[in-house]
């Protein structure tokens, strides 16, 4: 029995809804792509713009890709629009494949941004972060101040977060008027690169105090991490300085190298059980002050 020349309006209805949200869906996921970089465009402090796109830049193109996931359904629905003219088991199957097109598409698509993105996004985060700051007052340019140098301007609280690495700080100074800008950034020990799967997904699951002073202030801290992609866990332990402002006033300022077009020191740590853990840095100074308190015993 021939199908009738003519389509059932059912089927008319459904190719002329899944054609509207083909071209609908596609241009609102482009358009949230364009709304997110309009936002970032209009930020100017490069510190803003690193606390926005650390925070939002993956949640904007998830959902950017689920709109792109969903027009792609709605695409795989218009197969053979003019060649079916009647209901038929081939609907259902059409249907089933269009699901699972758009769901493919936005599920490896999140898995990419969840896993893999990260490593990429974290390029472009540092080069925002080491960007020369501008003081506001002057227009003049200010330098970055090194570990030993940034000391004198953090209070307790701030220097205890770096001897955790669970926070950072940079201090950037006005030479010319002594201006000061203080910026707060997440340690560099919050995500590492996981040895087993090799993402950067390795997080700090929960820490404690293995070893206290005399006096009962902590000296060691065991840091126990777990990969949220592979599951694979380690602990590593970290000793916890007791120096305080006033040790660093006095000191005499240290030499600068020539280290200028430095962007990133990062090392690879290999203990004698073959475990293997990578740090990155922002500069040689913060490289010789971990170096100087990370306990080699402890690698695992």
């Keep these: 029995m021939q199908e009738s020349a003519n389509p059932l309006p059912f089927l008319v209805t459904w190719n002329e809804v899944m054609t509207a949200g083909t071209i609908g869906f596609a241009t609102i996921g482009l358009l949230v792509y364009l709304l997110y970089r309009f936002r970032v465009s209009m930020l100017k402090e490069p510190k803003e713009k690193y606390d926005f796109i650390n925070s939002e830049e993956i949640r904007w193109y998830k959902r950017a890709f689920l709109f792109f996931g969903i027009s792609a359904a709605c695409a795989v629905n218009l197969y053979g629009m003019d060649k079916f003219t009647s209901m038929g088991l081939w609907f259902f199957v059409r249907v089933f494949f269009s699901i699972a097109t758009g769901t493919l598409i936005a599920y490896v698509a999140a898995l ?70 203080i910026e707060k950034y997440d340690g560099h020990l919050v995500a590492l690169q996981c040895n087993n799967c090799g993402f950067y997904t390795m997080k700090v ?11 009962g202030t902590p000296k060691e801290l065991l840091k126990h991490y777990q990969c949220s992609y592979c599951k694979n866990i380690r602990a590593t332990a970290f000793h916890i300085s007791k120096k305080e402002v006033e040790d660093y006033k006095f000191q005499k300022p240290v030499l600068q190298r020539n280290t200028r077009n430095i962007d990133l020191v990062k090392i690879d740590l290999h203990s004698a059980l073959g475990v293997k853990q990578s740090f990155e840095f922002k500069s040689i100074e913060e490289l010789e002050k971990f170096l100087k308190e990370f306990n080699f015993d402890k690698l695992s």
Excluded: C
């Design 112 to 181: 990419i941004l969840e896993f893999y993105y990260p490593t990429k996004l974290n390029y472009k985060l540092r080069k925002l972060r080491f960007t020369p700051r501008i003081n506001p007052k002057n227009g003049h340019r200010m330098r970055l101040l090194s570990e030993d140098e940034e000391d004198v301007h953090l209070n307790e609280g701030m220097q205890a977060e770096e001897n955790i690495f669970s926070i950072d700080y940079d201090v950037w100074l006005d030479e010319t008027t002594a201006d000061v800008l």
């Design 205 to 215: 699951k929960r820490e404690e105090v293995v070893e206290r002073n005399e006096d």
